[in-house]
């Protein structure tokens, strides 16, 4: 598969997560983010689990475990503490600092050096979802700040990590995606029961929000996003992040009747252009280009009859 087909596949895992807050306020119960952060986690994990059939071995027992307490785990309670605390859509913009999180986590832990252009793109996209997404409202709330950047913090060291340790060998990206989903689940579900109590009754519409966000929201969307980390640059794939909040503002437009002003256009725009420019080509700074060398004509044969028995294997 083509690296644009990559993009496009892992881009739909940003895309579904942008439908969660018109399922969760339309479909489920209110005030209850721990009960649903667990329900949208365990079940997927689950099922992937059952359906990968592999469990971690040696030292991936404990990898997953990290891997699914910030991706999952530590990510959803987090994300979810700071929407209710911040007024208007400010969630969205503290959190939409990802990218320049993941730049900066690359170096450190990847050796991959920033350049001005993936700075640059992501104060652009983050200033693009901030006029998407953010209205006057309210004075800001120390707690909600604080959990939306640990969230953002959160999810951001997941994305790289998953890329530093990769996975191990034999294992798709459907075992690891059920190891974190299962880990984090496993991790939010004491917190749930502790500061929400007991589950709530649930009607048909709300088994049907439950479903669609274990399902498609999470099982198919991480297994996406998990794959296309093995497949991309962290930075690529964290750029992609600003089309949850853009979708939840055309959802919002288009199924629940809310307006797009001018200015929420200009933003789209801002936050979609950044997001296509965190997926093109970067060369590492100070790295020298691949000098230009001219084969013979037998190199150049040779070469031929080589790809030729080799290709098929490769293609496999």
């Known amino acids: 598969m083509n690296r644009a087909a990559t993009v ?28 649903t952060g667990l329900m949208r986690a365990l079940p997927a994990g689950l099922v992937l689990l059952a359906l990968a059939r592999v469990l971690p071995r040696g030292i991936w027992w404990g990898k997953a475990a990290v891997l699914g307490a910030l991706n999952i785990g530590a990510f959803f309670p987090l994300l979810f503490l700071s929407a209710y605390r911040l007024p208007g859509g400010m969630a969205a913009v503290v959190g939409s600092v990802g990218p320049l999180f993941v730049v900066g986590l690359s170096a450190v832990l990847l050796g991959q050096r920033p350049t001005t252009r993936s700075v640059l793109t992501g104060v652009v996209a983050a200033f693009g979802v901030s006029l998407v997404v953010l209205k006057a409202a309210g004075a800001l709330d120390v707690v909600g700040v604080l959990a939306a950047l640990a969230s953002a913090a959160s999810m951001s060291t997941g994305t790289v990590l998953t890329k530093r340790w990769g996975r191990p ?11 974190q989903l299962t880990a984090g689940g496993l991790l939010i579900a004491p917190l749930a029961f502790l500061v929400e109590g007991a589950p709530p009754a649930l009607d048909g519409p709300a088994i049907g929000g439950y479903l669609y966000l274990a399902l498609a929201n999470t099982a198919v969307a991480y297994w996406l996003w998990f794959r296309g980390i093995g497949r991309l640059t962290a930075t690529q794939v964290t750029f992609l992040g600003p089309l949850s909040p853009l979708t939840a503002a055309v959802v919002g437009w288009a199924a629940l009747g809310q307006a797009l002003t001018p200015v929420q256009l200009v933003g789209m725009g801002l936050a979609f252009g950044a997001t296509v ?8 700074p100070g790295a020298p280009a691949a000098p230009v060398r001219s084969f013979s004509s037998a190199e150049r044969n040779a070469r031929k009859v080589s790809m030729d028995v080799t290709g098929p294997a490769l293609r496999r």
């Not at 739909?12 to 119960?29: D, F, N, R």
């Not at 060998?169 to 190891?179: C, S």
């Not at 420019?277 to 590492?284: E, I, P, S, V, Y």
Request: charged share 15%; net charge neutral; proline share 9%.
């Open 8 to 35: 496009l596949l892992t881009a739909l895992a940003p895309v579904s997560w942008g439908t969660t807050y018109a399922v969760t306020t339309e479909l489920l119960p209110a005030d209850r983010p721990l009960f």
């Open 277 to 284: 420019a965190g997926q093109l080509r970067q060369r590492t």
């Open 169 to 179: 060998d034999g294992v798709g990206p459907l075992a690891l995606t059920a190891w």
